[in-house]
Nanobody
Framework: QLQASGGGLVQPGGSLRLSCAVSGSISRFSAMAWYRQASGEQRDVVAYISKFGTTHYADAVKGRFFISIDNAKNSLYLQMNSLSPEDTATYYC????????WGQGTQVTVSS
């Protein structure tokens, strides 16, 4: 099970921290990722972190978003700063490559 939370409505320039609770040991995955899907768009990888701690970010969020993992809590996080309306989307957590199960995701809306 993948349970994403922490989304909400935020003004441009604001910050949010997303959390993802993973059932079972998160360290069994070679990498974990945050994905997002805006209305009418495809789902894309926003950021991922390998089990060795290597991180990668999409160009659109580089320098603003930061992914982290807590193996002891089987949790994945995404700190999102300097949010813009273009970041509005439903955010999902999943392994990379992704499993077939996606969970509900968490809605992030950036608007004044």
């Amino acid at each position: 099970q993948l349970q994403a939370s922490g989304g909400g409505l935020v003004q441009p320039g604001g910050s949010l921290r997303l959390s993802c609770a993973v059932s079972g040991s998160i360290s069994r995955f070679s990498a974990m990722a945050w994905y997002r899907q805006a209305s009418g768009e495809q789902r894309d990888v926003v950021a991922y972190i390998s089990k060795f701690g290597t991180t990668h970010y999409a160009d659109a969020v580089k320098g603003r978003f930061f992914i982290s993992i807590d193996n002891a809590k089987n949790s994945l996080y995404l700190q999102m700063n300097s949010l813009s309306p273009e970041d509005t989307a439903t955010y999902y957590c999943n392994s990379l490559p992704a499993m077939n199960y996606w969970g509900q995701g968490t809605q992030v809306t950036v608007s004044s």
